[in-house]
């Protein structure tokens, strides 16, 4: 065997070196996916959302029927997803809910900043009403911190259902949030009332954008 490695040119110490760098290899991707998985899986900050509809939100509830609020942060690739799964889950409730999309604008950045695309497909939706997070202030005042934090109130401006609405950052399809607040559409109750929430944060500790 080692009379043929050598008559191609290899040496034991050429094969080791070449095994290192194999090994080196597979570490650096098996890291690499590691880590994805890892960010692509660990969800939001987990909060207690308003348990009632806020009297000092500045959104105007419609009395009666079941209310949707979204928070979303306009530069947050991963709520593209979330996004989606509104778009998908106003198409099933058939002018059943009412639904907000409040998108951040800090205070102190240019006032074009959370026009994004995000912000026109949130707009294209129908049933849906995009509306401009002035500082975060609403998000702070529904107890989200997590883009794409969606919130059901029922006609009586009880919290009904709390959390994301995709599996992970970015994956759209089935999922239990979703399922969630179709099930009280169709059937009045949940099965799941809070789900994590997979996003950028809407500010970080000093207030800023998170992203």
Same mark, same amino acid.
């Given at each position: 065997?080692w009379?043929?490695?050598a008559?191609r040119?290899?040496?034991?110490?050429?094969l080791?070196a070449w095994?290192?760098?194999?090994?080196?290899?597979?570490?650096a991707?098996?890291?690499?996916l590691?880590?994805?998985?890892?960010?692509?899986?660990?969800?939001?900050?987990?909060v207690?959302?308003?348990?009632?509809w806020?009297?000092?939100?500045?959104?105007a509830?419609?009395s009666g029927?079941p209310?949707?609020v979204?928070?979303?942060?306009?530069?947050?690739?991963c709520?593209?997803?979330s996004?989606?799964?509104?778009a998908?889950?106003m198409?099933?409730a058939?002018?059943?809910?009412?639904?907000?999309a409040?998108?951040?604008q800090?205070?102190?950045v240019?006032?074009?900043?959370?026009r994004?695309?995000l912000w026109?497909?949130? #707009?294209?939706i129908?049933?849906?009403?995009?509306?401009?997070d002035?500082g975060?202030? $609403? %998000?702070? /005042?529904f107890?989200a @911190? &997590?883009?794409?934090?969606?919130?059901?109130y029922d006609?009586d401006g009880g919290?009904v259902?709390g959390g994301?609405i995709?599996?992970?950052r970015g994956? #759209?399809?089935?999922?239990?949030?979703?399922s969630?607040i179709?099930?009280?559409?169709? $059937? %009045?109750? /949940?099965e799941?009332g @809070? &789900?994590p929430?997979?996003g950028?944060p809407?500010?970080?500790e000093g207030?800023a954008?998170?992203a």
């Amino acid at each position: 065997m080692w009379a043929d490695t050598a008559a191609r040119g290899w040496t034991p110490r050429s094969l080791l070196a070449w095994w290192l760098v194999g090994a080196g290899w597979l570490a650096a991707v098996s890291t690499g996916l590691w880590m994805l998985w890892t960010y692509e899986y660990t969800p939001g900050a987990a909060v207690a959302s308003a348990e009632r509809w806020p009297a000092e939100s500045r959104i105007a509830r419609r009395s009666g029927q079941p209310t949707l609020v979204m928070l979303v942060h306009p530069h947050c690739p991963c709520s593209r997803a979330s996004v989606g799964e509104l778009a998908a889950l106003m198409a099933a409730a058939r002018g059943r809910l009412a639904a907000y999309a409040l998108f951040l604008q800090p205070d102190g950045v240019a006032d074009e900043w959370h026009r994004t695309d995000l912000w026109d497909a949130a #707009a294209n939706i129908p049933g849906v009403t995009v509306v401009t997070d002035d500082g975060g202030r $609403a %998000g702070r /005042v529904f107890g989200a @911190t &997590t883009s794409g934090h969606t919130l059901v109130y029922d006609g009586d401006g009880g919290l009904v259902f709390g959390g994301g609405i995709t599996i992970a950052r970015g994956h #759209a399809g089935d999922n239990p949030g979703r399922s969630a607040i179709a099930s009280f559409l169709t $059937a %009045g109750a /949940v099965e799941h009332g @809070t &789900t994590p929430v997979f996003g950028c944060p809407l500010l970080d500790e000093g207030g800023a954008a998170g992203a």
